[in-house]
Every structure is written in C-alpha cells, then in structure tokens.
C-alpha cells in the first residue's frame, strides 16, 4: 500500500481555545468543507465549486451524564494531514481503490474530536471519543441543512403513517423511490438510507454511513417542513421476544432510554456525502468501502464469490423430470446437476429444508438428508449454502457454524433481521467473525444497506435491503420495477453490493406483467434481465429461475453462466438517474458492458474508448425488432467493434443490452 502524508498543525496558543472556523478542500480544489466551532454547537458546511451543498449545519452527541459533544466546543488543537494511497481488495468491483483524501481533526476538551475527510468524489465526517470508561450515548444531532429545496430520491418504509415514528423502526429496508422536495419529506415517516438529493445544476449527492460498528443505523425524516433532514436512531433495545415470520424474528417491546453504550475510546460512523456532476459516477463510487475498516480475516484464499442456482423465487417448480419437485434430495441433486453443467459455484437450500417455526437449524426435515447432498455437490465441484432465520441462527451460532462448516457447507444466507438498532448491528459483526473463523461466507437478507461491513469482514459477500425481483412475485401491476433499476444503482448499490435476484426467463412488457406467485415474472426485456448481471454489483449472484426454463434458453444461460462476479475494473460509460444507465466491467483481458433504460426506447452511442489499442470483437444480446411487443424476443450476433470506438445500440421499453468484448 503506497501512502504520502502531509500533516500540518494548527495550535491556538499554548492551550485550549474556544471555537475557530476550518477549512479543508478535496485534492482537486473543487469540494470545500467548512467547519465552525464558534458558535453554541458545532456546524459543517460543504460546496461544490461554487456551490452550496449543505448550508451550516449543527451536530452533537448527548451522553447519559448530560454532557453534550459539540456544544460550547473548547478546542485543543486541530490538524490537516493528505493522504494518497492504493487499496487492494481481495475481491471487489475493481482491482485496486485510489484512495486520496484531505482530513481535518479537531479534538476538543472533554476527551472527543471530530474528524473531516474530503475526497475528489465526496465528504464524511465522524466523532471520535478517548475516554477511559465505558459511555452511554442517549441522542445524536445529526442534521443536513440544504441550501436549496431540491429534490429528494426517497426509500420510505414501508406501511402507513403510524402512531409514532419508532413503529417503523422494524423494517426489511425495500422499497421504491418518492421523489419530493426536500420541504415535503415529511415528519410522519421514516426513509432509510442512503438518499439521494438533486441539488440543481446538474450536481447530485447521496448520503449514507459508513463503518457502522457497535452504534445503530441511521433513518431520516424532516422534522419542521423546512430544508432540513433530521436524523432519527433507534434507541437500543431492552426488552424483546421471539415471533414474527415463522417464529424467526425478534420483536422488540421496550427500549433503553439511550442509543448506544459502548466503549469510552472508539470511533463512530462516518457520515457520508458522495457528490457529482456526472450521475454515472455514482454508480461507480468508493467512499463507503473507502471509509470502512480494514479486513479483520487475514487469510481470504478460502473465500470464493461466485453464482448460485436458487429455489425459492421459481416454487421449486421443474418440468420433464420423473420425480415430485420440491423441497427434497431429487430435487437439490437436479438443481447440482445444472449448476456442474454450467459452471455456477453454488446450490443454495432456502426455506424449508428446516422444520419451519421451531427456529432451530438442527431439525431437518425428513425429505432432505444435508450430509448425501453435501458429497454429492463436492463430486461435481458444486458448494451447498444454507438459507437461515435470523432468531435461529442468534440462538446457537457458534454451534450452528461449527456444525455445518464440518459438515461441508459453504455459506449461510442469513434471513428476517429487519432491524438496524445497536443491539442487531451487533449481531451482524458477530455473525461476521464466527462465520469467519469457521471458514463460512455470509449473505445478509432482511438487511440494512452496507456500511462497508464486506470490506472489514470480506467473507459477507452480499446484502439484500433492496426491492429485489422477488417483489414481482406479489407487487401489484402498478409496482414499476423498470424505473427502479434504473434508479436504486446509483443510490442503493452505491453503499455496496445488491442481491438483487435476477436472472428470470419470463419476461413481460408493462401492459403483460401480472404477480404469479409460483411462476413469477420479471419487467422489461430479457436483455434487460441479462444486462444485471454486469451492471448490478454483486459478489454472491443469484439465478433466480427455475433450471427447467434456463436450460430451453441456452444462449442466454451461457452468457449468464460466463459473467464473473467480482472484476478488477469498472468503468461509468453513461447514465442519468432514473434514465438509464452503462456500466463497463472488465475481469482479465475480457469486458463486459451493460446497458439497462426506463419505459423509453432509447438508442445510445457507447464511447468504448476505454478499450485502448488493438482490434475488438463483441457478442452483443440486444432487443430484438419485436421485445416492446414479446419482452422475451432478443437478437444475439458477433460485432466488430469500430476503430473510432463508437457502437450505437437500440434499447426497447424497460429494455437492455448485454456485451462480451474480445481483443482478437
């Protein structure tokens, strides 16, 4: 890891002093933080050029004896330093992560200090604590102050408006996007993270977290009406008790009076501000892995990402077998079969193959014998994961991780959290480590949006907390998945990646698509259903239809089946939020490039100067002449890519295009 530091010192005196103004800009001049401890409480302000994004803006952390960090702020000292630097992941949408940024630290009287970084592509801040004993965190002034009522890309959680706000503190953190001003928020629900916000001018921002360790997540609402988000926290919880689906979840019926206790020298969250004037970008930024914590496991050579053939979205339905299809061993080795056939890593077992509502890993039903499956993937190189209720797995984990780890089993998809309250972050880092140390992977479902907990821990392949395919299964005809695509990559996916689901062979156009349950659909094309294995980020990659329909559709099973999951660089080709968007890939000597659009026929002109010298070839799925008709009608054909590196490419409505690229 290559680094350059320049610290400077600022000190005021000898002594502490009473609040001054900071100012720390990104490495290329254009984002300005200002930071000003001379009034009652703390406040940060961040431009773009000339811009302002966020106007002064106050933050404080209240503690159980009444101290208040960042009130009446009395500095020690403060600090500049640059840093520049590569980060290597092991596994990642890149090879290699430029990490150069500018920070400021300020550490106050009364053992705290906030911290500053400014990146090219955005900005965080965070407090710091040093404290010798134990600290109690009662409340947190988190408070986005915008300059201008632009509009706001809203995840709400789900359900009516209810008696109080902390009713929609259980939530499995999916839904579509409300765009609104920011004045029109509202006070009378929750949306969750990250948001994005169009400040005008063709500058965008998403704001998240990161490094959310020991400390709960963070929820937004607008308290007064004005241009302010507030943060809003889950109090952590006191009393709880076992129910909700199947017996699988922990409900919780009182809470402390506090947010967090926790250790006295820590770091908290980072809060995150990721800023563009090209929206694209977004869809390829960094600062959430960035800004976590360097890998914990120091051996990852164990750690295999990969694709799975899934059950559950397509009802275990097989057709042309002699045997009952369903939750049984015929069924798993048919599935095993496919997969070795094809070349996709895993076989996944979600619910059912347990007793269901004793939350108890260790009751298997009679159908399935785990151990015969186990050796019957490992003779075709085939690994078995293992879907898991939240409850049962809590209950038991060390057991639960040594058992199967033993017994052969690759990883565990770890299901119904639906919570993001100190108590369960908790959780999730725990899982992490002894998942870890039992040489198991992990995929988050009934999640909370990453924090770069893939980065610290880098067995977690995957996170849900998005509206997946699997909402098409019951969503009414008015759902509009389509749009969403095209707009959840460059807010959702930019906290981290997305296990999305796709992967589905029906496919319907707006005035077809029904919710079939047990035969279920996608919306838009099937180039479009192609094009999400590149664009979407995703390290553990489902397919999520049945095995009967991918192998009467060899085409479009080879492609998917020869997509990688992990790559050593992504390029933004083009987009605009809730347009379309062009992402390019590449893993080895090969790149993959897809293209999704919303309900609009769109043709682009694909740059694919990336490319640099040498003569190209592309395998290119596109819309076929009749898919706004048949979503399932696609061309595929061999095209040469043109010495001046311009490919023009049709899209149909909710369409795509998928492209394999060759130096020949």
């Known amino acids: 890891m290559k680094k350059a530091f320049l610290c400077l010192l600022f000190l005021a005196g000898t002594g502490a002093v009473f609040g001054k103004s900071h100012e720390v800009k990104s490495p290329n001049g254009k984002i300005t933080v200002s930071v000003n401890t001379e009034g009652e409480t703390a406040t940060y302000e961040i431009r773009h050029e000339d811009k302002t994004l966020i106007a002064p803006s106050p933050i404080s952390m209240t503690l159980d004896d009444g101290t208040v960090l960042g009130a009446q702020p009395t500095e020690r000292k403060a600090s500049l330093q640059s840093v520049d630097q590569t980060i290597r992941p092991p596994f990642y ?24 970084r400014v990146y090219d592509d955005g900005a965080a801040y965070r407090f710091f604590t040093t404290q010798k004993d134990s600290i109690t965190v009662r409340a947190e002034q988190a408070d986005l102050h915008f300059a201008t009522d632009g509009k706001a890309y809203l995840p709400y959680v789900k359900g009516e408006p209810r008696k109080s706000l902390d009713d929609d503190l259980f939530s499995s953190f999916e839904n579509t996007y409300v765009i609104k001003p920011v004045s029109q928020v509202g006070n009378t629900k929750l949306v969750f993270l990250p948001v994005l916000i169009d400040a005008g001018d063709g500058i965008k921002m998403v704001f998240t977290e990161a490094d959310l360790e020991d400390y709960p997540g963070m929820r937004l609402y607008n308290r007064k009406g004005d241009l302010t988000l507030n943060g809003y926290f889950a109090a952590c919880p006191d009393r709880v008790e076992q129910g909700g689906h199947n017996m699988l979840q922990e409900l919780v019926r009182t809470r402390h009076p506090y947010l967090a206790r926790t250790v006295g020298t820590r770091d908290f969250p980072w809060r995150v501000f990721a800023i ?9 930024n960094d600062l959430v892995y960035r800004l976590a914590s360097p890998s914990r496991v120091e051996d990852t050579s164990w750690i295999k990402p990969g694709k799975v053939a899934w059950d559950w979205w397509n009802d275990w339905n097989l057709d042309g077998v002699d045997f009952r299809a369903g939750i049984n061993n015929d069924t798993y080795k048919y599935y095993i079969d496919f997969a070795a056939e094809h070349g996709i890593e895993y076989v996944i077992l979600d619910e059912g193959w347990a007793v269901n509502k004793q939350a ?24 078995i994961v293992l879907w898991a209720g939240y409850y049962a797995m809590a209950r038991d984990m060390e057991r639960v991780c040594q058992h199967y780890s033993k017994m052969g089993i690759k990883g565990f998809k770890v299901d119904f959290m639906d919570r993001d309250d100190q108590q369960m972050v908790n959780f999730y880092y725990r899982l992490a480590e002894t998942a870890a140390r039992y040489h198991l992977f992990i995929d988050y479902h009934g999640a909370y949006k990453p924090t770069g907990l893939h980065r610290t821990y880098p067995n977690v392949l995957n996170f849900e907390g998005v509206f997946g395919l699997e909402q098409l299964k019951w ?82 099973t080879q492609f998917i089946s020869a997509v990688p999951t992990v790559w050593d660089e992504t390029v933004g080709v083009d987009g605009r939020v809730g347009e379309y968007l062009i992402l390019a ?3 080895g000597d090969v790149w993959y490039i897809g293209g999704m659009t ?33 979503a399932r009608d696609y061309k595929r054909e061999q095209v040469a890519v043109p010495a001046d590196r311009k490919l023009s490419v049709k899209m149909a409505p909710g369409g795509g295009f998928a492209m394999r690229i060759i130096r020949k």
């Open 93 to 116: 949408k890149k090879a290699e992560i430029v990490d150069r940024y500018n920070e400021l630290t300020i550490t106050f009287r009364g053992d705290y200090g906030l911290r500053f």
């Open 276 to 284: 563009t004037d090209r929206d694209v970008e977004l869809a390829n």
């Open 360 to 383: 108890d890993l260790f009751q298997v039903i009679p159908e399935i014998d785990l151990e015969e499956l186990v050796e019957y993937g490992r003779t075709r190189k085939v690994g």
């Open 475 to 556: 969503s009414k005809e008015n759902v509009d998945m389509v749009t969403y695509d095209v707009t959840m990559p460059y807010i959702r996916m930019l906290a981290g990646p997305i296990d999305y689901t796709q992967g589905a062979m029906r496919n319907a156009t707006r005035k077809n698509y029904r919710p079939v349950n047990s035969e279920a659909m996608s919306q838009g094309t099937r180039c479009r259903q192609l094009a999400e294995y590149v664009v979407f980020e995703s390290p553990f990659n489902m397919l999520c239809d049945t095995p009967s329909n991918y192998m009467r559709e060899q085409e479009c």
């Open 585 to 587: 890939r590449r893993k």
């Open 598 to 630: 919303n309900w609009d026929a769109r043709t682009v002109e694909l740059d694919l100067g990336f490319l640099g010298e040498g003569v190209f070839e592309a395998e290119l799925f596109r819309d076929g002449i009749n898919a706004d008709r048949a």
